[in-house]
């Protein structure tokens, strides 16, 4: 009887049960549905974003450079050799047989040292026209050596000229009537005055000794003809042996080259520069040697030859050179070590411009109207016409376009255009 109640009651809880049980289910299978809508839509939204981002344009790498002002050097810079600057070559006076010299390159000799001796050859020594030739040589000797007087007068009033205008021009300067520059185009003047002078005396000596071998030569057409005696050559000056091209011993005709001397603490450097480039090099220009073996060394031009000649270059290209002859402003102890013939690097500076703004030569290009950079601004491309001034290897003088601390792309490639997104490597 108890039991009866208590299956009526339970019953209806069964019902309710399984109403909530499969209401349960529903909301789970609802909410699988969603949650997996959800995903694929999420999936959908990520792989469009994917193709999004992986399509749009993005930023270029290119390298930078700041616009800034500073220094700019315009130079001319080419591969020069030294060379001693009065180089006597003593040659043989007439035909004959050349003993062996000893001398070697680098030895010192004193003036009027003998320096070769030749033998008489058998007939050349003998024969009439032999003779008349060395009558010749020995006017012309004779005529060399008045010239060489004459030369010798022409210099020392040139240098007393230049003295004068000197002292005249340090008064003028002292006064502040001139400029100070005036001051130094006057020294300048008056130290190559001084050299020519110089120079002119060692041609004088040439000269002189020229005409005693060569009187020497014909009076041994005399009775010392039939003798065996040697014939001296003697040094025309005292200085170093630079080279022995007739070292051995053999015959030699008349004006043979036997050996060469020169002072080697006396040396100019001949650099030869494109033509284009000579006509923009002035006699003073300050010039910078580098690269000889040692620390840089100051120079300056002192003449730029008024002829040029015809040149092959590495490429096969004929070109126009010009030689320029570079005289050195630094005392002998800093380059006591170059020789003759050594190889140096010259900067020949022909414009110095200060405080200008200046972007790297790789920056400016060509374009339809004149010269064009490209400018970083707000991360993209800026085509920015250009007015260039002064360019050196390096850098280049911006007139008009830019601003000091603009950014440009240097050596911007086809990518690089107007609009596009740069960001700096």
């Known amino acids: 009887m108890s039991t009866t109640p208590s299956l009526s009651r339970t019953t209806p809880a069964t019902g309710t049960d399984a109403v909530h049980v499969q209401a349960a289910k529903r909301r789970a299978r609802t909410r699988r549905r969603w949650l997996g809508r959800a995903a694929w839509i999420t999936v959908g939204v990520a792989g469009v974003a994917g193709l999004v981002y992986a399509w749009r344009p993005k930023p270029i790498p290119v390298d930078l450079a700041t616009v800034s002002r500073g220094d700019l050097v315009v130079s001319v810079d080419e591969v020069g050799k030294t060379r001693v600057r009065d180089r006597f070559v003593v040659s043989a006076p007439l035909a004959g047989n050349l003993m062996r010299i000893e001398l070697k390159p680098g030895d010192k000799v004193l003036g009027d040292a003998v320096v ?42 040139a240098s007393k000229h230049a003295a004068d205008d000197l002292e005249r021009v340090r008064h003028l300067v002292a006064s502040g009537s001139i400029a100070q520059d005036m001051l130094t185009n006057a020294e300048l003047e008056a130290r190559l005055r001084k050299e020519e002078l110089a120079s002119a005396r060692f041609g004088a000596q040439v000269a002189t000794h020229e005409a005693t071998m060569t009187r020497a030569a014909l009076a041994r057409f005399g009775a010392a003809a039939a003798s065996r005696e040697g014939f001296d050559v003697s040094a025309p000056i005292a200085g170093t042996v630079l080279r022995v091209p007739a070292q051995s011993a053999g015959p030699v005709q008349p004006g043979a080259p036997l050996l060469e001397l020169g002072d080697p603490s006396a040396i100019e450097i001949v650099t030869e520069v494109l033509s284009a480039d000579a006509v923009r090099i002035l006699p003073g220009a300050r010039v910078v040697l580098e690269r000889w073996g040692g620390a840089p060394l100051n120079a300056h031009v002192r003449r730029v030859e008024p002829s040029g000649f015809t040149r092959l270059s590495a490429l096969g290209v004929e070109e126009q050179r010009v030689p320029v002859l570079v005289d050195l402003d630094e005392p002998r102890e800093k380059w006591a070590t170059l020789g003759d013939g050594y190889r140096v690097e010259a900067r020949i500076v022909i414009e110095e411009k200060r405080g200008v703004l200046r972007v790297p030569l790789g920056a400016v290009f060509r374009q339809a109207e004149g010269w064009g950079v490209y400018r970083l601004e707000e991360g993209r491309a800026k085509l920015v016409a250009v007015t260039l001034g002064a360019k050196s290897d390096v850098d280049v003088e911006i007139v008009k376009g830019l601003a000091d601390r603009d950014a440009v792309v240097v050596h911007p490639g086809e990518k690089v255009k107007e609009g596009v997104k740069l960001r700096g490597r």
């Open 116 to 157: 070769a001796r030749l033998a008489p050859m058998e007939a050349p020594l003998l024969d009439p026209r032999t003779r008349a030739e060395a009558v010749s040589r020995s006017e012309a000797a004779s005529a060399g050596e008045r010239q060489s007087r004459a030369a010798i007068e022409r210099a020392e009033l």
